[in-house]
């Protein structure tokens, strides 16, 4: 089995992640999130939030409409340009992405293919109750061009002032020729991006050697003007890469691609991808993208209004250039999974399978047992320490099976901690602390519980 199907089975058993619309035969590229799988992405999200929102004071946040004015589309380049080359098997009809075929016949019956064609990605949608006076538009092919057709309402409505950021969180849908590799490629999933207007500053000269971070130029007093665009593309770079570290993800598993002039998306001047390596092949995670003036030069050329920013110091007015980060929440979360992977031999020829999480992921922080569910004593001291223990943290309780199974379960869903409460408990007042990764157990007393917790989930 290779990594993906570890995973899509480990999802399916523990309730991450399960196939889309199942019992009516599914429907392909869709997933839906069970119970664990819905607190990681959250998780995951809030992390992304925290960190690039509310711990930053040059970046805000919204959440814009996933149906947009259909003229958005045509500004944006997407009903031009947001395609992937096509291929029909002429035998079998089963259709493929030709950039992604290592032969040039049919992977499925060896059949002679079409030549490419451009098949466009936006998912059309209707709206309006009128039959034949419905408007055709479309679900977002990405979340980006909800903030820019937002720059001049959050410029007006806040006192941000360039440069700075607006970050999003939300649905994306793209008719993919072929979804597949679990969650990796779907039709329906979610992104997490910002957009960082900068003053729009580019030297053919500036090459990597010539980097220096921006955010410390600006605090020695340097004039934001000053600082080239690619500066501020290669900080963001580098703050993305550092979050996937920050949350556990494996260095060796990460790294950056550029893309090749022909590769570039039609909106961006220069991109990088993070990528994660799964079973020894590089896959997409994250794209970093020099946007340049793109988006809100064809906003203001399409809808007519100014998206100029006018700096009051400076009395200059100008486009700005966009930084973007874009990164895939369902392929994070798949990647944390597949990292934090594990299966263990353990001494007397047992084997366990563990989910490595970093704490701040984990879908729940610890989980209480009562030693035997049959003990009335027992279990009524275990209730008092997890309805506790919930007020602060998300804890789950467990009353079936035996210890080891039970231990199973948890570090299947990478819960950090397990808390046991047997007969010394009642007459000690303390439990047993188990921890998922080293195994080790520690005895902690139920007053300092809580502190002992906070201190090993930081
Ligand atoms: N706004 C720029 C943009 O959308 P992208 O490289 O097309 O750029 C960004 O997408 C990220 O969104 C990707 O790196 C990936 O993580 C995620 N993504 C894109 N298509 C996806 C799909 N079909 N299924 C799951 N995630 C996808």
Request: proline share 4%; with cysteine.
């Amino acid at each position: 089995m290779d990594s993906f199907e570890k995973i899509a089975s480990l999802a399916k058993r523990r309730g991450f992640i399960y196939p889309g619309s199942e019992i009516y035969g599914g429907l392909a590229g869709t997933w839906d999130y069970g119970p664990l799988g819905t607190e990681l992405k959250r998780n995951l999200k809030n992390e992304f939030w925290r960190s690039m929102v509310q711990f930053r004071d040059d970046v805000v946040g919204i959440d814009a409409a996933i149906v947009m004015n259909p003229k958005v589309w045509e500004a944006s380049g997407h009903l031009e340009s947001f395609s992937d080359p096509l291929v029909e098997c002429k035998k079998c009809h089963h259709r493929f992405r030709a950039d992604q075929l290592e032969k040039s016949v049919c992977p499925d019956c060896s059949g002679e293919l079409t030549a490419p064609k451009q098949f466009n990605l936006m998912v059309e949608t209707y709206l309006g109750v009128v039959e034949g006076e419905k408007l055709k538009t479309y679900l977002r092919g990405e979340i980006t061009q909800g903030v820019h057709v937002n720059f001049k309402n959050v410029l007006s409505s806040t006192r941000v002032k360039l440069p700075f950021g607006i970050a999003q969180i939300g649905k994306a849908f793209r008719n993919e020729i072929t979804p597949g590799g679990f969650t990796f490629r779907s039709r329906e999933f979610e992104q997490m991006e910002l957009q960082f207007y900068v003053h729009p500053v580019r030297n053919k000269t500036w090459n990597m050697s010539a980097y220096q971070s921006p955010i410390d130029r600006i605090s020695n007093g340097i004039n934001p003007k000053e600082i080239d665009s690619m500066d501020w593309f290669e900080y963001w770079k580098e703050e993305r890469l550092k979050w996937y570290y920050s949350l556990g993800m494996k260095k060796e598993n990460l790294h950056f691609k550029e893309h090749a002039k022909d590769e570039l998306a039609h909106y961006a001047r220069a991109a990088f991808d993070i990528e994660y390596r799964v079973d020894g092949a590089w896959k997409e995670m994250e794209g970093i993208h020099h946007r340049g003036d793109w988006d809100v030069k064809r906003h203001q050329e399409f809808s007519k209004e100014d998206m100029t920013y006018f700096d009051e110091e400076t009395k200059e007015r100008y486009l700005p250039y966009i930084i973007e980060t874009s990164g895939g929440v369902d392929r994070a979360t798949l990647f944390f999974l597949i990292d934090a992977y594990e299966e263990e031999k353990l001494e007397g020829g047992d084997e366990r399978t563990v989910l490595k999480l970093h704490p701040k992921l984990a879908p729940r922080k610890a989980a209480v047992f009562p030693l035997l569910a049959n003990k009335p004593d027992l279990v009524k001291l275990a209730k008092t320490i997890h309805d506790d223990l919930k007020k602060e943290f998300v804890v789950t309780w467990d009353d079936r099976g035996n210890i080891g199974k039970r231990y199973r379960a948890q570090d299947e869903a990478g819960t950090p901690f397990c808390i046991t409460v047997d007969f010394n408990s009642l007459e000690k007042n303390d439990v047993t602390v188990r921890d998922r990764d080293s195994m080790k157990q520690d005895r902690v007393s139920i007053k300092e519980l809580k502190s002992y917790l906070v201190e090993k989930l930081k």
